[in-house]
């Protein structure tokens, strides 16, 4: 599961993904600074791993990540290849949800490529370029669709409906996220892989005054993201470049707290992708490893355990399983049966955030 940065040019996705992983984009101040997407495994921050590894003591600690992938400055034209347009598209269209960075800060030392800061102007710009790929998209299949139809398919015919639903939704402008479909049209889309279907975070990026508060682009931002129901979040990217280089968790404490802040900007951008992947953890816990698991919201307990190994999904018989409250509350697995809170589960069970879970498998 990928989450694509993407952006105007200059407005610090690079610094961001910097900021996000141990790799190290290359950051400057000028367009096209980044060619080919970087990816970086980012570890998800979570107390509860932190929790139960002080309970357990194990010889080893595992916590979950997600992939983030920070993709070239889009321009207008990038749709007709304008810039690296043509190669960036492909790269989104590779990610599975997008934080799209929008500058919400003036520094005449930092060039922007429109000549002036506007947020909701060049979020505008990428939803163009985006919506006239995927209109390049919804008009190719729909050709597709019209000569299947002629051979009388039922299907065929009902995906040209859909089609020229689509294809007038996005001339208007829209993005289709916002697109109302059936199961099986939402099969059709899903399939088609449409870079303006995919689920988006507003990442405002501010200057270190308005760290904890924001300022009024962010809030111009806001009330846009929440038309979208999309997310939107504020951080000073340039100060959580400086945070990053902090030796100590004592040293970045200090400096959070000289900004009013209570976590980094970092870990909020980080859980945030979590959620907009539709992402969440289960845990293992035994004294050699104490582990966090990425699954899908929806995940049952085999398909969990076959994030594990596939022999465990194959043969699951049954799952172990202990709340992280319970776990937590009563301070060891012992004390969790002695109280019968461990609950046996079979392979019907959806998979709660914060399980902790022991298979029982048979191959």
């Not at 500058?103 to 002036?116: A, D, K, P, W």
């Not at 399939?191 to 501010?206: A, H, I």
Request: overall charge negative.
């Amino acid at each position: 599961m990928k989450c694509g940065i993407v952006g105007l040019p200059n407005v610090g996705k690079s610094t961001l993904f910097n900021c996000l992983s141990s790799a190290k984009a290359q950051a400057a101040n000028y367009p096209f600074c980044t060619i080919e997407p970087n990816l970086g495994q980012v570890t998800v921050p979570d107390h509860r791993l932190e929790r139960l590894a002080e309970i357990v003591n194990p010889q080893k600690v595992q916590a979950a990540s997600v992939e983030i992938v920070d993709i070239a400055g889009l321009v207008r034209g990038a749709s007709k290849g304008e810039g690296l347009g043509n190669q960036f598209l492909g790269n989104i269209r590779e990610t599975n949800a997008i934080i799209h960075v929008l500058r919400c800060f003036e520094n005449e030392n930092v060039t922007h490529v429109e000549g002036s800061v506007d947020p909701i102007r060049d979020k505008e710009i990428i939803d163009i370029e985006l919506q006239l790929k995927d209109l390049e998209t919804a008009e190719k299949r729909l050709e597709k669709a019209k000569k299947m139809g002629k051979s009388g398919g039922k299907e065929a015919k009902l995906n040209v409906a859909t089609l020229e639903r689509l294809v007038n939704f996005l001339m208007e402008g829209k993005n289709v996220r916002g697109f109302d479909r059936t199961d099986r049209e939402r099969a059709l889309l899903k399939e088609m892989q449409l870079l303006t279907d995919k689920p988006v975070l507003y990442l405002c990026n501010v200057d270190e005054g308005s760290a904890k508060e924001g300022n009024a682009y962010v809030e111009r931002v806001r009330i846009m993201a929440n038309e979208e129901r999309a997310g939107c979040l504020h951080i000073a990217v340039s100060t959580e470049s400086d945070i990053a280089e902090l030796e100590t968790y004592e040293e970045k404490y200090i400096f959070l707290q000289e900004l009013g802040l209570e976590d980094t900007g970092v870990n909020r951008v980080i859980r945030a992708a979590y959620d907009l992947l539709q992402l969440q953890t289960y845990f293992t816990a035994g004294e050699k490893e104490v582990r966090a698991w990425t699954i899908k919201n929806d995940f049952t307990a085999p398909q969990a355990a076959g994030v594990i190994h596939s022999d465990f999904e194959k043969g699951f018989i049954r799952a172990e399983v202990i709340s992280y409250y319970d776990y937590d509350n009563l301070g060891s697995e012992h004390s969790v049966k002695e109280a019968g809170k461990m609950r046996v589960e079979g392979k019907e069970y959806v998979v709660k955030d914060g399980d902790i879970m022991h298979f029982r498998f048979n191959v």
